[in-house]
Each structure stands twice: as C-alpha cells, then as structure tokens.
C-alpha cells in the first residue's frame, strides 16, 4: 500500500504564497487519484482539490478555484498544492490522501483510503 508524507506547510502572511507536497512510498503513485484536503481548528475536514492519475483531470473547492493549483509528477511519486494569494481563512492542517484511480471523481473523506499525516499552514492577517 502506499505511504503519503506531505509537506512545505509554515507560516505565510497573507496574500502570500506556499506550495504543499505530497511524497509517496511503497507504491507507484500513477495508481492513484490523490486528493488535498483540510481542517481548520473547531472545523470539519473539508475537500480542496483532487488529480486523476493522469494529471489530466483536476477538481477543486469554490474556495480553491482561481488561487491553488494541484499538479502532480508521476516520474518524482508527487502531487503538489500551489497555494497563491493566501488568506486567513486558508489556515488549516492540510492533508493528502489516496485511492486507487478507477475513474471517477471524488470529493469526501470516505472516498480516500490513504492518508498523510497533515503540514499546517498558518496565515496572518
């Protein structure tokens, strides 16, 4: 089964910029359609974006679209989150996760069947 190690979390002001990785092990990411997700604190895990295996297909959260971007890197076992024009609404435990890309499009924790540990990403006002 796959590993998922996120990371490039910290502490950005806002308007600023991070982009989040997500590293895999033990299995060829190409597998698998990847999801971010986050938690803000007192908050429910919340969707932001996902990428079809291939890269060629991505979905994102109303709050995501037009400021983050998810990309990933087969050959490197990696998905990225570039993060743009940052918020502090935006601070939250960011999280990774995956699940076997048999097509199809998913939005809900239930979906992913593996999960990262979370990077948290702090933005001041």
């Known amino acids: 089964q796959v590993q998922l190690v996120e990371s490039g979390g910290g502490l950005v002001q806002a308007g600023g910029s991070l982009r989040l990785s997500c590293a895999a092990s033990?299995?060829?990411?190409?597998?698998?359609?990847v999801g971010w997700f986050r938690q803000a604190p007192g908050k429910e895990r919340e969707f932001v974006a996902a990428?079809?295996?291939?890269?060629?297909?991505?979905d994102y959260a109303d709050s995501a679209k037009g400021r983050f971007t998810i990309s990933r890197d087969n050959a490197k076992n990696t998905v990225s989150l570039q993060m743009n024009s940052l918020k502090p609404e935006d601070t939250a435990d960011y999280y990774c996760?995956?699940?076997?890309?048999?097509?199809?499009?998913?939005?809900?924790?239930?979906?992913?069947?593996?999960w990262g540990q979370g990077t948290q990403v702090t933005v001041s006002s």
């Open positions: 033990g299995e060829t990411l190409s597998r698998y359609y």
């Open positions: 990428i079809s295996w291939s890269g060629s297909n991505t």
């Open positions: 996760a995956a699940r076997p890309a048999y097509g199809g499009t998913y939005y809900t924790e239930d979906a992913f069947d593996y």
